[in-house]
């Protein structure tokens, strides 16, 4: 597959050994690119703009700007057409740069010991926004920091019917587009319908930015 085909991705990574290992990990499929390295924010940010990444990897805690303002300048200057998607790598899996990262508008997040081909994979299905990474441990990730916050809690929920607010709650258990038909015996088509218009009344791109809003609305309550 030629390099316009396939998946571009940045690697932003502040240590060189990792960085090169998630280097050579995507370097050896074909339908992956990589398309640019990066490991400080600023860089990241300059990358992303002038290469267009479909997906960006992006560590959190780095020198010059962190992973959380690269991710938010990123997704709030791209080109709505060619805004890429950004996946948190992380050492740990209770992380508050993590969940920064999420409310600044990455799509997901990923364990830096996560397997290579768990890597690869993840990429891929972020690219075609299909579903939350780790969706356990983002839940539950979003959980514990969702129960710090202070102040007014986001009335936008009350504009979802209840059939929206029905797939947000099933969205934030990690279910799948394809369980969520099965669940609500429905076809994965009218799934997608309820997803979209759910994202575009919270003002969300994808499923991460709606779970993390479901959380600080109330909508679901953190288990304990």
Known sequence: MSEEAALR????????PTRIGIRTILDAEPDIAVIGEADNGIDACRL??????DVVLMDVQMQQLDGIGATRRITEEARDDARPRVIVLTTFDYDEYVYGALRAGASG?????????ELVDAVRVVANGEALLSPELTRRLVAGFSRREAGERSTVIDSLTDREREVLLLIARGL???DIARWLMVSV?????????????LGVRDRAQAVVMAY??????PST
Do not use: C, Y
Not at 9 to 16: A, G, I, K, T, Y
Not at 48 to 53: H, Y
Not at 189 to 200: D, G, L, N, Q, S
């Open 9 to 16: 991705v940045l690697v932003v990574e502040d240590d060189v």
């Open 176 to 178: 799948s587009n394809r």
């Open 216 to 221: 600080e609305s109330g909508l679901v309550v």
């Open 189 to 201: 088509e009218t799934v997608k319908t309820h997803a979209k218009r759910i994202f575009m009344k």
């Open 48 to 53: 992303a703009l002038e290469s267009e990444p």
């Open 109 to 117: 997040f990923l364990l830096k010991r996560t397997p290579a081909e």
